[in-house]
């Protein structure tokens, strides 16, 4: 009787076990996306440039600027808002009398997404300027000429120069939500 008692509650829960299962398994999967905001050169080499006058009596007049092969690069993964990258001058930097750098940033070249619009030309001084705006997500790739180019242009004002040294400022890049 007991043995018989044994086999019916095991046969039983054995049943029950049977019916519950199905023919379909699922489980969830959690994904966190977080916000990427990261900005970089595709080279960091110092751009130099000469001011002089070409002849006595004549006004200084700007050198050609080297190394002005520099691109930005940048990703963006954002889900709510838009963002841009701003330039300006190192905290502490400051131009030489007379002496203005003007930064246009095409628009991109390569990679994927909404890369933004580059300005057509921002004057660098101490305070953030906007150089992209309009950028959510995606990224400009990283080959030789991917990001968006910088072509850098010195303005002289002759009237108000004032230094007759070697100055270097540095130029840095931001990118922030807008």
């Known amino acids: 009787m007991k043995k018989s008692l044994y086999i019916f509650c095991f046969l039983t829960l054995a049943g029950a076990m049977t019916f519950a299962d199905t023919n379909t398994a699922t489980h969830g999967v959690t994904i966190t996306m977080q916000d990427i905001a990261l900005v970089a ?7 130099t440039v000469s001011i002089a006058p070409t002849s006595a009596g004549s006004a200084p007049t700007v050198g050609t600027i080297t190394n002005n092969d520099k691109y930005l690069r940048y990703t963006s993964v954002t889900s709510s ?3 841009r990258i701003t330039v300006q001058l190192n905290a502490g930097d400051v131009l030489p009398a007379g002496i203005s750098i003007h930064l246009q940033a095409d628009a991109p070249t390569g990679g994927l997404g909404i890369l933004g ?3 057509s030309d921002v004057s660098i001084g ?5 150089l992209i705006t309009g950028i959510r997500s995606g990224w400009t790739g ?5 990001g968006s180019k910088l072509t850098y ?23 922030a939500d807008s």
Request: aromatic share 2%; glycine share 10%.
């Open 41 to 47: 050169l595709n080279n960091t080499t110092a751009l």
């Open 81 to 83: 808002t838009t963002r």
């Open 117 to 119: 619009t580059g300005t």
């Open 126 to 130: 101490v305070g953030a300027q906007s």
């Open 142 to 146: 990283i080959g030789a000429t991917s």
């Open 153 to 175: 242009n010195l303005g002289v004002d002759p009237a108000t120069l004032g230094e007759t040294d070697t100055t270097t400022v540095t130029v840095k890049f931001t990118i």
